[in-house]
């Protein structure tokens, strides 16, 4: 896939193929038959309504959905976090994977990284160690994480003189995919071998995108990865779609920038957008998803939606 991010005040138009032709898999199609006049969404296409799923009668093998943007401070943890609080809610098993040395994620569900003993890192260099040795409960119900901490930093450098060194979490991962029906791994904000690990042994890629210009241009790079990564160690991964957070619809550059994302992606970007709110860093304070923290705020109404939105497309069961 292939993207042309236009300069603000551009004409919109199609996105072009590797010939320069539009591509059909890049046009718009609506995910319903809409009868009568379209309410227009926040991303200027028809508004629709996202049932609640059913309830699962069996579970696993777990989808994996890697959470991936090299640029830092778009609400990556964030929607990580949520969405996976989101899915739990709806009964589903959730294991979250804390990929970035920084430990934001495990921070977020109350873990205080620098005290744990065994980590996603030690599930990775150390084959004693099982992928099941190192994963926590969580307060959340239906939620389990599998913790990072500073030391996964020097994961980074030891991999390079592995074998299949992009296949290490892979590996570790299909140890417990019948466990779950969900996961989630919250990559680093770079594009190095780790990230690449959690390409390779994902099944998707939701991309969270700041709903502001230089983010939008920084994405081209990781378009480009995740298709070397496609061609050359995991041809099954797909783009499960991209959310624009961080929005503030009062202002004429967010609501350009959605339209420039909207021109780029097409299809692929979620209807439901996450809008700025002082309620996220509260909750992350508090170490709880904003579905917990704040049950009926805007915030954790949209990423339930979010999830219900990802569940009709197949990102998840």
Do not use: W
């Amino acid at each position: 896939m292939r993207i042309h991010v236009s300069e603000p005040g551009a004409r919109m138009g199609e996105t072009p193929d590797r010939e320069g032709n539009a591509s059909e898999a890049d046009q718009p199609t609506e995910l319903f038959t809409i009868y009568g006049d379209a309410i227009m969404g926040p991303t200027g296409r028809p508004k629709h309504e996202f049932a609640e799923p059913a309830p699962l009668s069996s579970h696993g093998p777990a989808r994996v959905i890697a959470m991936v943007n090299q640029k830092g401070g778009v609400g990556k943890t964030t929607s990580a976090i949520n969405l996976g609080a989101a899915l739990a809610e709806y009964g589903r098993r959730v294991l979250m994977v804390d990929f970035d040395p920084q430990g934001a994620l495990s921070a977020g569900f109350g873990t205080s990284p620098h005290e744990l003993e065994t980590t996603v890192y030690n599930v990775l260099m150390e084959r004693e160690v099982k992928t099941r040795d190192a994963i926590v409960a969580t307060h959340v119900e239906n939620i389990d994480l599998l913790p990072a901490n500073i030391d996964l930093s020097a994961a980074e450098v030891q991999l390079v003189n592995e074998v299949a060194r992009e296949q290490v979490l892979d590996r570790a991962l299909r140890q417990v995919r019948n466990d779950y029906d969900v996961i989630i791994i919250d990559c680093q904000p770079s594009l190095g071998l780790l990230t690449v690990n959690a390409l390779t042994a994902a099944h998707g890629v939701v991309i969270p995108l700041e709903a502001e210009y230089f983010a939008l241009r920084a994405v081209a790079l990781l378009v480009d990865t995740i298709e070397k990564v496609q061609d050359r160690l995991n041809p099954d991964l797909e783009i499960d779609g991209v959310v624009v957070t961080m929005v503030d619809l009062r202002t004429l550059h967010a609501r350009e920038v959605i339209a420039r994302i909207v021109e780029a992606f097409g299809d692929k970007v979620f209807e439901t957008v996450i809008k700025r709110s002082v309620k996220f860093p509260d909750a992350t304070v508090a170490a709880e998803p904003i579905t917990a923290y704040a049950h009926k705020h805007e915030g954790a109404k949209a990423y339930r939606q979010l999830a219900r939105e990802l569940i009709l497309r197949g990102g998840s069961p």
